[in-house]
T-cell receptor
Framework: DVKVTQSSRYLVKRTGEKVFLECVQD?????MFWYRQDPGLGLRLIYF???????EKGDIPEGYSVSREKKERFSLILESASTNQTSMYLC?????????????FGEGSWLTVV | SQKIEQNSEALNIQEGKTATLTCNYT??????LQWYRQDPGRGPVFLLL?????KEKRKERLKVTFDTTLKQSLFHITASQPADSATYLC????????????FGKGTRLSVIA
């Protein structure tokens, strides 16, 4: 079974702190994604990556950055956390960009910024 | 503008009935359409994928249809059970380079015993 593991399930951080959300997948997938999910807004794509050291902006990249130094690991960074970044963050991976591939999600990281 | 809409935010049905969820899209040309299930506090889980040249796909009590003329997919759960209660998301795949899937906001289904 494919497994996407997010390092932290629940975090509470202070405004202005730098926050790292880590994600690891164990299926040698090329593609990795970070989404946030808020009530009434659905899943929104923050950043994605199709290869090591590559990254592409999604729909809402402002206030976030990412790092993909190894194929299996994709990190989301909040440089200076703000209260409007309180949300559930979901990491995901898929096999390649040729279409028809399903996305495997992690369990989610609940971030509260106070 | 591009839009993907799931017909209702919430749907309540009685146990044993067929639940039908709708996904409509505008200004997309998906090659594939996928459906996911999400339980509260968990990540979405893949259920079914249907290609643009397929009219219907089945898996156990689940059935998906895809009408590219109407720009619509229907997701059916027959003989619904309380355990089917969850949020169901549709997602479009345009097969255009490396464009990620586009997700609808989901429909929250409650099956009442």
């Amino acid at each position: 079974d494919v497994k996407v593991t997010q390092s932290s399930r629940y975090l509470v951080k202070r405004t202005g702190e730098k926050v790292f959300l880590e994600c690891v997948q164990d299926m040698d997938h090329e593609n990795m994604f970070w989404y946030r999910q808020d009530p009434g807004l659905g899943l929104r794509l923050i950043y994605f990556s199709y290869d090591v050291k590559m990254k592409e902006k999604g729909d809402i990249p402002e206030g976030y950055s990412v790092s993909r130094e190894k194929k299996e690991r994709f990190s989301l960074i909040l440089e200076s956390a703000s209260t409007n970044q309180t949300s559930m963050y979901l990491c995901a991976s898929s096999a390649d960009g040729r279409g028809g591939n399903t996305i495997y999600f992690g369990e989610g990281s609940w971030l509260t910024v106070v | 503008s591009q839009k993907i809409e799931q017909n209702s935010e919430a749907l309540n049905i009685q146990e044993g009935k067929t639940a039908t969820l709708t996904c409509n899209y505008t200004n997309y040309s998906p090659a594939y359409l996928q459906w996911y299930r999400q339980d509260p506090g968990r990540g979405p889980v893949f259920l079914l994928l249907i290609r643009e040249n397929e009219k219907e796909k089945r898996k156990e009590r689940l059935k998906v249809t895809f009408d590219t003329t109407l720009k619509q997919s229907l997701f059916h759960i027959t003989a619904s059970q309380p355990a089917d209660s969850a949020t169901y998301l549709c997602a479009l795949d345009e097969l255009s380079g490396n464009t990620p899937l586009v997700f609808g906001k989901g429909t929250r289904l409650s099956v009442i015993a």
